[in-house]
C-alpha cells in the first residue's frame, strides 16, 4: 500500500528565515515522483516541485528545494527566504509507476509566517 | 496558458437538489481527474479518465454520484440526489500523461454546501 505521512499538523516560521516540511512516504512501486502542493486560503492547488525516486540531485525551484532521502522515504520541502504570503497548507504527494494515474495525498502542513 | 476552469466556483443548494459541477482540463491534457476535499478525510480521488474514457472510479462514494466526460474539453461531476454530508471542496486536475513525473495541475475548486 502506498502512503504518505506528514507529522506536523502545523509549523511557525519567522519571515526571512527557512523552514522544513516534513514528508515521509511508503510504496513498494519500483520507481515513483514525489510532488509538493500550496494550497494558500484562498483554497486553489498550486503545483511547487517535483523529485523523481531515481533523480540524483535534489530538486530545486526557486526558493523550494526538495531534502530527498530516499533510503529514509523522506522528501522534505525546504523554504529558503520565507515570505508573509508563504502561509499556507503544504501537501505532500506520491505517485507510483504501478498506480495509473493515481496521486495520494499527505494530510497537509499548514504554515505560518510570521513578520 | 489557460490552467484549469472550474465552475461554480461555489454552490450553495437544499439536500435533495441535483448539482453538477464543471471542469474544462488544460489544453492537450489527456488525462483529467475529480477530487474531493473534506477535513476529515483529506484530498480523495473520486475519477479520473483518459483520453474521455473513465479508468478508475472506485472512489466514487456511491451510486448517486456520476461523472462524464464527453470531449476532451468538458468534464461534468453530477450528485442527484445531493445530501448535506456531500459538501466538501471538489477539485478538477487534468496532466499530461500519467507518468511519475507528471504533475496533475488543479483548478481552483467548487465549494459546494448542501443545506
Known amino acids: 500500500a502506498q502512503k504518505i505521512t506528514q507529522t506536523q499538523p502545523g509549523m511557525f516560521v519567522q519571515e526571512k528565515e527557512a523552514v522544513t516540511l516534513d514528508c515521509t512516504y511508503d510504496t513498494s512501486d519500483p520507481s515513483y515522483g514525489l510532488f509538493w502542493y500550496k494550497q494558500p486560503s484562498s483554497g486553489e492547488m498550486i503545483f511547487l516541485i517535483y523529485q523523481g525516486s531515481y533523480d540524483q540531485q535534489n530538486a530545486t525551484e526557486g526558493r523550494y528545494s526538495l531534502n530527498f532521502q530516499k533510503a529514509r522515504k523522506s522528501a522534505n520541502l525546504v523554504i529558503s527566504a520565507s515570505q508573509l504570503g508563504d502561509s499556507a497548507m503544504y501537501f505532500c504527494?506520491?505517485?507510483?509507476?504501478?498506480?495509473?494515474?493515481?496521486?495520494?495525498f499527505g494530510q497537509g502542513t499548514e504554515l505560518s509566517v510570521k513578520p | 496558458d489557460a490552467g484549469v476552469i472550474q465552475s461554480p466556483r461555489h454552490e450553495v443548494t437544499e439536500m435533495g437538489q441535483e448539482v453538477t459541477l464543471r471542469c474544462k482540463p488544460i489544453s492537450g491534457h489527456d488525462y483529467l481527474f475529480w477530487y474531493r476535499q473534506t477535513m476529515m478525510r483529506g484530498l480523495e480521488l473520486l475519477i479520473y479518465f483518459n483520453n474521455n474514457v473513465p479508468i478508475d472510479d472506485s472512489g466514487m462514494p456511491e451510486d448517486r454520484f456520476s461523472a462524464k466526460m464527453p470531449n476532451a474539453s468538458f468534464s461534468t461531476l453530477k450528485i442527484q440526489p445531493s445530501e448535506p454530508r456531500d459538501s466538501a471542496v471538489y477539485f478538477c486536475?487534468?496532466?499530461?500523461?500519467?507518468?511519475?513525473?507528471?504533475?496533475?495541475?488543479f483548478g481552483d475548486g467548487t465549494r459546494l454546501s448542501i443545506l
Open positions: 504527494a506520491m505517485r507510483g509507476d504501478n498506480q495509473g494515474g493515481k496521486l495520494i
Open positions: 486536475a487534468s496532466s499530461l500523461g500519467t507518468g511519475i513525473h507528471q504533475p496533475q495541475h
